[in-house]
Nanobody
Framework: QVQLVESGGGSVQAGGSLRLSCAAS??????LAWFRQVPGKEREGVAA????????YYGDSVKGRFTISQDTTNDPLYLQMNSLKPEDTAMYFC???????????????????WGQGTQVTVSS
């Protein structure tokens, strides 16, 4: 069973930066990812990381502004968020999957382990 604990959320003004962390333990997975959700809306794929190939994938709305990374498999998963916008306001979740098809890297239904989430609020 995978345990995922997010941290690093908070409030920031538009244009600012935040770095989220996800501490993962007890896992044997290939994919780690960040998702976000606003009340009343579907969960959105933000960024995904293939631990084996170290490839990264991003949602269109965050490309060029967010960076997903993990130094080694023993380190936390990070999401560096720059040039934040009010529309980035959401609860951010860390997720893990043992395997999934590349084309589904940002689909929440393909991930079976989730953290509790951390809130990010961006004010204008």
């Amino acid at each position: 069973q995978v345990q995922l604990v997010e941290s690093g959320g908070g409030s920031v003004q538009a244009g600012g930066s935040l770095r989220l962390s996800c501490a993962a333990s007890g896992y044997n997975v290939i994919w780690l990812a960040w998702f976000r959700q606003v009340p009343g809306k579907e969960r959105e794929g933000v960024a995904a990381f293939d631990i084996i190939s170290r490839s990264t994938y991003y949602g269109d709305s965050v490309k060029g502004r967010f960076t997903i990374s993990q130094d080694t498999t023993n380190d936390p998963l990070y999401l560096q968020m720059n040039s934040l916008k009010p529309e980035d306001t959401a609860m951010y979740f860390c997720a893990a999957a043992r395997w999934l098809a590349l084309a589904r890297a940002l689909r929440p239904e393909d991930y079976n382990s989730w953290g509790q989430g951390t809130q990010v609020t961006v004010s204008s």
